[in-house]
């Protein structure tokens, strides 16, 4: 095709959500352009004075079933899909009376928002467009045409075009626009494909797909090399993806990551109940805590490593104060995360430009299911997300001591906090703050003597006698496979342990615990996090 412009006679307006709508129409009829619309969508142009033309005098068929059939027919997709160059095409429209439309300008029912909002089954099917995505994908299919626009945000560069084009937009502007509209559709459909298999709990559907919008493109992924984008999926979980972002420079792959992860993490403990803080660095916790405030709560996590909570994240379970965010500027922190701020904590935190603060708003239910995906090559593992809860667990004793209700409440609290850290995992925990944490090992061995030497250098760090594993509990995230583990904590000072049970040589390890006194409890619930 050599002339790569497409003069613009006439457009196709039909939109549910009306922002930007009127000016936009009047630019288009300024220059000329018939305006075609269907019904709440031509009634909102035709009320400003504009003249517009109604689709179904267009078609001659009026709207039916109750607005479900109104642009399925081919005056409509044959003005959409005919290729003008195509002498037979061109035949077909003036023998049966086709207009050409240059532009069609569609965005969906409110699938999503319906969804949202927590809408009835038969309206949220209601609130599936059928109309729309058959006339974006036939724009899109003939974008060398065809300029089909979704959402308002590309009226501006429609209209840009056409001025500096005389009416006319360019291939390359129509060929971006049907890519970005071919992954709406897709994105769409995604959502209504995944609310079905929900209201049919299926778990492995023949099929599945995920869509999202973007969010923003960033700077660079894990890596300087590699290019990363973040997007919004339809799941409307309080966390990154949904907080107002007050100040700082612009968010990272790595940061949005790592402040997921704290956030998630947080989300384990009732703001109801208690204060808590969760300091994250490289998607693991390096420190957490439990007290009577924040600032109690964050001088008790940032003990567990300091070292490490350099540069880190921070995330809170109640509205920052000005106590603590103070305590926070004291050193280099990366993220502060929390369900809002006082403006008083606003302020303090204003002082340090390159330090971001997230307010969500709220904080994600840990209970609530969802799906989690990673790929591999060439696939995609898709699996519900771990909404395992300590409260919800029945811890059995099956060693001759018990614990102690000290003890019992540290270790729901360092069960808690596994959850959220790399296997292999073992957490160190007294008086409802980690003191030592294990991650990521390729043996269980070796996180609990990793834990264990931080828990020594963080001792040596605040001039104490002896670290604070001394007299603490012990989380694992899965099983000990042998006694070794069990008895490496054991030697770093643990009185008591937790951990899902189901080894073939758990007898084994219950004989060592009892051998020494140690209170040990399974939960029969494994929180493996790869």
């Not at 002339?3 to 196709?12: E, F, H, K, S």
């Not at 949904?242 to 992860?261: F, V």
């Not at 770093?492 to 080894?503: D, E, F, K, L, R």
Request: contains cysteine.
């Amino acid at each position: 095709m050599t002339n790569t412009t497409r003069r613009v006679t006439r457009a196709l307006l039909s939109v549910s959500d009306k922002t930007g709508l009127i000016e936009f129409a009047r630019a288009l009829a300024a220059r000329g352009v018939e305006l075609v619309s269907t019904g709440g969508t031509a009634k909102a142009i035709a009320a400003t004075g504009l003249k517009v033309k109604d689709v179904s005098d267009l078609t001659g068929f009026p709207e039916m079933m109750d607005g479900r059939v109104k642009t399925l027919h081919p005056k409509v997709h044959g003005g959409l899909l005919a290729i003008r160059d195509n002498k037979e095409h061109a035949d077909a429209m003036k023998k049966h009376g086709i207009a050409p439309i240059d532009l069609l300008v569609v965005n969906l029912y409110p699938f999503e928002a319906t969804v949202d909002k927590g809408a009835g089954f038969e309206d949220c099917i209601e609130n599936i467009d059928i109309g729309g995505p058959a006339m974006i994908r036939a724009a899109a299919k003939n974008h060398d045409d065809v300029a089909v626009v979704v959402e308002a945000q590309d009226y501006k560069a429609v209209l840009d075009e056409l001025a500096h084009n005389d009416g006319a937009t360019t291939l390359a502007l129509r060929r971006r626009l049907a890519a970005k509209a071919y992954a709406r559709t897709a994105a769409y459909d995604a959502a209504i494909s995944n609310w079905f298999t929900r209201q049919l709990e299926i778990d492995a559907p023949d099929f599945r797909a995920f869509g999202g919008r973007l969010i923003q493109s960033l700077r660079y992924g894990e890596n300087p090399h590699q290019t990363a984008a973040f997007y919004a999926t339809p799941d409307k979980r309080p966390g990154v993806s949904t907080a107002r972002q007050l100040q700082g420079k612009e968010l990272s792959y790595n940061n949005i990551n790592d402040t997921d992860a704290a956030y998630e993490c947080i989300g384990e403990f009732d703001a109801k109940r208690t204060a808590a803080c969760v300091i994250v660095k490289h998607a693991n916790p390096c420190g957490v805590a439990e007290g009577p405030d924040l600032v109690t709560a964050y001088r008790k996590a940032l003990a567990c490593d300091s070292t490490s909570a350099f540069g880190g994240i921070i995330a809170m379970n109640r509205a920052l104060d000005a106590d603590t965010a103070r305590e926070i500027t004291k050193i280099f922190t990366e993220v502060i995360i929390a369900p809002d701020a006082s403006e008083e904590a606003i302020a303090i935190i204003g002082g340090k430009k390159n330090l971001r603060l997230l307010l969500a708003g709220s904080l994600p239910d840990p209970r609530a299911p969802g799906l989690t995906a990673k790929t591999v090559a060439g696939g995609l593992l898709v699996q519900s997300r771990d909404n395992a809860v300590v409260d919800d667990m029945t811890f059995k004793v099956v060693t001759k001591r018990a614990p102690t209700d000290a003890e019992m409440r540290d270790l729901k609290f360092a069960f808690r906090v596994a959850k959220h850290v790399k296997s292999n995992t073992i957490i160190y925990a007294k008086d409802l703050a980690t003191v030592g944490i294990g991650a990521g090992q390729m043996s269980r061995v070796d996180s609990a003597r990793i834990a264990a030497r931080k828990a020594q250098d963080a001792a040596a760090e605040l001039k104490l006698a002896e670290p604070l594993t001394k007299g603490s509990v012990v989380a694992s995230d899965a099983f000990f496979p042998f006694a070794d583990g069990m008895l490496a904590c054991i030697e770093a000072g643990a009185t008591a342990v937790v951990q899902p049970g189901g080894s073939m040589r758990d007898d084994e390890v219950i004989k060592a615990a009892d051998e020494h006194g140690i209170a040990m409890v399974f939960t029969g619930t494994r929180h493996f996090r790869h």
